[in-house]
């Protein structure tokens, strides 16, 4: 890349949620853009654990939140279609996805 900045895809200088690395904007929650088995209430608890304060879980979901009343979810475990393994050159896995 010889020192050029990463752009969107509007060939401006992309922001971190444009770039990736495992950064959730949290405002896009509510509608993502993907079908899976997962309901825009199931990021209350994702939210309040990544320690956002409640005012601020309460401006992106656009309902009064108490994160102290709501079970907290850990980063790792929110209901994303995906997955990680690491393999060895010679194995294999198969993966099942279902409509």
Not at 28 to 40: F, K, S, T, W
Not at 73 to 92: H, R
Request: net charge negative.
């Amino acid at each position: 890349m010889e020192g050029k900045l990463i752009v969107d895809q509007t060939l401006q200088p992309a922001d971190i949620f444009a770039t990736g690395a495992c950064h959730v904007n949290p405002s896009r929650a509510n509608n993502p853009g993907l079908v899976y088995d997962i309901q825009p209430d199931d990021y209350i608890p994702y939210l309040c654990g990544l320690v956002y304060a409640d005012n601020e879980v309460s401006i992106i979901v656009h309902e009064q939140v108490k994160c102290s009343e709501k079970p907290s979810i850990p980063e790792g475990e929110l209901n994303y279609p995906s997955f990680a393994d690491t393999l060895e050159p010679s194995q294999t896995f198969t993966r099942t996805d279902k409509r």
